[in-house]
């Protein structure tokens, strides 16, 4: 059985930095892609990175483009999420999703076009 378990998540100030995890167990994924999204309170979930396995391809929506990087350690079958200059706006839920296919022409941006989920970890971002 797949599980991916995120970590790090907290309470931060605005401008401060916080780095996510994502430990993928019960299969070691070698092609398709892993991701990123979060959810506020009363917000839509929001795509926010992805990343390919075969190449470490790596896409951003525009509101994080800069601002975070999505990484692979593909020998501990894990995804992390490198956020600065974090603002309160930032505040949600946080989830990693893996893929057993990589969806082009943008479809990685799309939270139906992941396989597996994790349950999230709570970012807060105080001003």
């Known amino acids: 059985q797949v599980q991916l378990v995120e970590s790090g998540g907290g309470l931060v100030q605005a401008g401060d930095s916080l780095r996510l995890s994502c430990a993928a167990s019960?299969?070691?994924?070698?092609?398709?892609?892993m991701g990123w999204f979060r959810q506020a309170p009363g917000k839509e979930r929001e795509f926010l990175a992805a990343?390919?396995?075969?190449?470490?391809?790596?896409y951003y929506a525009a509101s994080v483009k800069g601002r975070f990087t999505i990484s692979t350690d593909n020998a501990k079958n894990t995804v992390y999420l490198q956020m600065n200059s974090l603002e309160p706006e930032d505040t949600a839920v946080y989830y990693c999703?893996?893929?057993?296919?990589?969806?082009?022409?943008?479809?990685?941006?799309?939270?139906?076009?992941?396989?597996?989920w994790g349950r999230g970890t709570q970012v807060t971002v105080s001003s």
């Open positions: 999703a893996a893929a057993t296919f990589w969806a082009g022409f943008g479809g990685y941006q799309r939270s139906a076009k992941y396989d597996y």
């Open positions: 019960g299969r070691t994924f070698t092609s398709g892609g």
């Open positions: 990343i390919r396995i075969t190449d470490a391809g790596a």
